[in-house]
């Protein structure tokens, strides 16, 4: 990589030791991609929950924490995905205390180097969405395909220890979706139904993600026939996000770069064809079992939107299984100043904050509570609990809620 | 087969080899594997139940989410980690996994690597010549 004036002082240590290690993280990065030079990043956004981490991986968040010498903290706003537990509500998931004290231990290390504990994967929603062509290192790939796709930011899939070195270098190697040639849509898919539940949603972009399956893949998507919500859109992106590793997509008319067809230069390419035939397919393929041990809200957080048509469907109710719905930081204080935290509480539900569920130690919790057959309106959490020993079901949320009331799908 | 060579345009890592583990599937940290026991998890990946511990995997792309970053390195301080990654398409995550985690990796062949490698083989990869050679 061709570094600057700047870029060589850090890699010789002139700033200290934090910042030469993530500039040198960045470089191998960098190189294996060849990308020719760094770009400046207005924002980062980390993964750390310590499912991931590790204790080797907090033990690596704490050695950097402890440097005193030189630059030891972020230089442009750095942000984090959710936790791995909600501190307040971590005994009713039966989570183990070690858990809970790792997840502090990590924190207290990335307060240290300046990070703020959003903790939501749904900043784009709560914190600050990024704007058409502003450069970011985003982890959580639903952050990411939202923002290049939605907003026309630029991002690639920044895992936490990149996200965390583009936070304390304030750039990240010039490769992928920072350059205009991988913004082109490489797959036409022309859909003849629109979807209008949110697992439909995201069964169409699980479905498109498959076509597309890699993630140099770029969907261009004709046929939807309005514009899309907020929410519609996060699950869409999520699921096409989690089954095909795409990270940028684009709706014909809808979202900023694909104006016409020809704008990301898709005109030639063979438009595959995508129905509700194949959107249920998918969601035929997580079925399952008509008895439900429990049911949940996540992957991605919920809006205040989505709390409140879930309140609504809660009133009158009385749960005989766990409703878990999980929501960020940002979002919970609303919720509860709306009554919606309460409506959903009376039924039995619980409404956790800064957590996602399958970062939570999903294996140990099924364990510990005898959960396997677990409802959700969430296609890219059922993609996902499949490798947790779940057998996970897709439906819509007022499915779900009906199940939470009597045990079973119908 | 011995002696055979296939050339990758990305590399990172130091020489290793070993067998391969080979299939026309995915590979997310997160998603497939049971990383505490050491084995493929997720019951549709084509490598269900098979211990990828101390093999050089040989798949057809990087899926998934962002865990595997920091699952790479988590995963090699218990020893429960592959030797090395070779991909038709890589995505950002592994890489950065694999330089976080100090895994060799290659990716990026003018065939199907998945089609050319047979499960079982012994291979040795050299990241420094971005080669993938039959033992």
Known sequence: MRLNDEETAILAGDMGEVPRQALAHQVAVGDFFSAEDFVPVTQAHVMADTESLGEAGVRWLESLAEVKEGRCAVRIPTITDPRGTDFTKYRQLKQAEWMVELERRAVAALVKLGVSMTDTCINYQTVLSATRGEHVAFGDTGVVIYSNSVCGARSNFEGGPSALAAGLTGRTPRYGFHLDRHRRASVRIRVDWTPASLNDWGALGGVIGRIGGNYWAVPVVEGIERPPTSDELKHFGAAMASFGSIALYHLVGITPEAARLSDVGAEALPPHRVGRAEVQALQNAYAGDAKVDVVVFSAPQLSLFELRALADLCDGRRFTIPLLAVTSPQVKPDSDRFGYTARIEAAGGTVFSGMCFYQSYAREIAEANGWKRLATNSAKMVNILGGYGYAPVLASMEECVGAAETGRLR | ?135
């Open chain 2, 1 to 135: 087969m011995n002696g055979k060579v296939l050339l990758a345009r990305h590399a990172m890592g130091t020489k290793v080899s070993g067998e391969a583990l080979v299939a026309k599937d995915g590979f997310s940290a997160r998603y497939d594997l049971d990383r505490l026991a050491g084995f493929f998890s997720r019951p549709a990946h084509k490598l269900a139940g098979q211990s990828y511990v101390g093999r050089i995997l040989v798949l057809d792309t990087a899926k998934g989410g962002v865990a595997s970053a920091w699952m790479l390195y988590e995963m090699r301080s218990r020893g429960k980690v592959p030797l090395a990654f070779v991909f038709n398409s890589v995505n950002p995550i592994l890489a950065q996994g694999a330089a976080f985690g100090d895994i060799a990796m290659l990716a990026g062949f003018d065939e199907d690597v998945t089609s050319a490698v047979p499960s079982g083989a012994r291979v040795e990869i050299d990241p420094a010549a971005k080669t993938l050679r039959f033992l």
